[in-house]
């Protein structure tokens, strides 16, 4: 079992340049969430879902956007990206204890 | 202030040695309790998870929670090198659809 698996790993854009990230899970969970990791301020939540074609605000959601269209896909949106969005992106997914991804790690110049 | 409080450290002790690690909070709400180990470059790895106060123990692994203090911690015995990664507490009441707040993460550096 994957578990959860994000794609890309890696990632390098321009400033003003669009992507997704993409969130997949294998365990039939309805909760699933979008961390951002920054040194010295820990796990950030962004957006989050409760169930297929459902997604709520976060902590720090702007700047991003997210759909839910399956059950076990979960996509981050960045419509025109900024250098304060250089992180590393993680998704989860479960109730309480959550499984996450590996990561993505985003540089924005 | 923050919700989660957990003092980042860094804490380094010699294989073998007991490490105790530690989170307070303010929210009386929060029911249920989760330990992750984080290595270098990976993503977060769930260790325990309590439900409301007591002990549990997994392995080398023990978690206490103490809801009149607000005070949860883990406890690592006979420390290995291979457990040095970071610690993140984080807890979750019982509805607001399970929603984790998290620590900042303690990192933990065990030395042979």
């Known amino acids: 079992n994957a578990g959860v698996t994000q794609t890309p790993k890696f990632r390098v854009l321009k400033t003003g340049q669009s992507m997704t990230l993409l969130c997949a899970q294998d365990m039939n969970h309805e909760y699933m969430y979008w961390y951002r990791q920054d040194p010295g301020m820990g796990l950030r939540l962004i957006h989050y879902?409760?169930?297929?074609?459902?997604?709520a605000k976060g902590e720090v959601p702007d700047g991003y956007n997210v759909s839910r269209l399956k059950k076990q896909n979960f996509l981050l949106g960045l419509e025109s990206a900024a250098p304060s969005q250089t992180s590393v992106y993680f998704c989860?997914?479960?109730?309480?204890?959550?499984?996450f991804g590996s990561g993505t790690r985003l540089t924005v110049v | 202030q923050k919700e989660v409080e957990q003092d980042p450290g860094p804490l380094s002790v010699p294989e073998g040695a007991i490490v105790s690690l530690n989170c307070t909070y303010s929210?009386?709400?929060?029911?249920?309790f989760m330990w992750y180990r984080q290595y270098s470059r990976k993503g977060p790895e769930l260790l325990m998870y309590t439900y409301s106060s007591g002990n549990k123990e997994d392995g080398r692994f023990t978690a206490q929670v103490d809801k009149s203090s607000k005070y949860i911690s883990l406890f690592i015995r006979d420390s290995q090198p291979s457990d040095s990664a970071t610690y993140l507490c984080a807890m979750s009441p019982n509805t607001n659809a399970g929603k984790s707040t998290f620590g900042d993460g303690t990192t933990l550096t065990v030395k042979p």
């Open positions: 989860a997914a479960g109730s309480y204890g959550y499984t």
């Open positions: 929210n009386s709400a929060f029911q249920y």
């Open positions: 879902s409760v169930g297929e074609g459902t997604t």
